[in-house]
Nanobody, 124 residues
Framework: EVQLQASGGGSVQAGGSLRLSCAAS????????IAWFRQAPGKERERVAC????????EYTDSVKGRFAISSDNAKNMVYLQMNNLKPEDTAVYYC?????????????????WGQGTQVTVSS
């Protein structure tokens, strides 16, 4: 059984940092990719970071480029999202999601597995 568990959210002031963690079980990173999405109240789920479909790197949504970074520890089956210089508009529930190699990495509907979400609140 595949499970993803996101954690590490919290409340911070603007300019602060958080590191989100996604613990994966029942899958390996050789076969599955992990992406991060977020959803703010009243808004659609938004892709934050996902594997690039062109060059093997990570793609970030424009609003987080230069501030957020994905890393992974394959030995621990963990993926992290380091978030620096947080802004109030980053406030959302953050989800990690996993999918196999077929289909696009860019769309939430393509992801088979989802963590439960972790709340990030940034105050001004």
């Amino acid at each position: 059984e595949v499970q993803l568990q996101a954690s590490g959210g919290g409340s911070v002031q603007a300019g602060g940092s958080l590191r989100l963690s996604c613990a994966a079980s029942g899958l390996t990173f050789d076969d599955y990719a992990i992406a991060w999405f977020r959803q703010a109240p009243g808004k659609e789920r938004e892709r934050v970071a996902c594997p690039s479909e062109t060059d093997g790197t990570t793609e970030y949504t424009d609003s987080v480029k230069g501030r957020f970074a994905i890393s992974s520890d394959n030995a621990k089956n963990m993926v992290y999202l380091q978030m620096n210089n947080l802004k109030p508009e980053d406030t959302a529930v953050y989800y990690c999601a996993g999918k196999g190699p077929t289909g696009s990495y860019y769309f939430a509907r393509q992801y088979e597995y989802w963590g439960q979400g972790t709340q990030v609140t940034v105050s001004s």
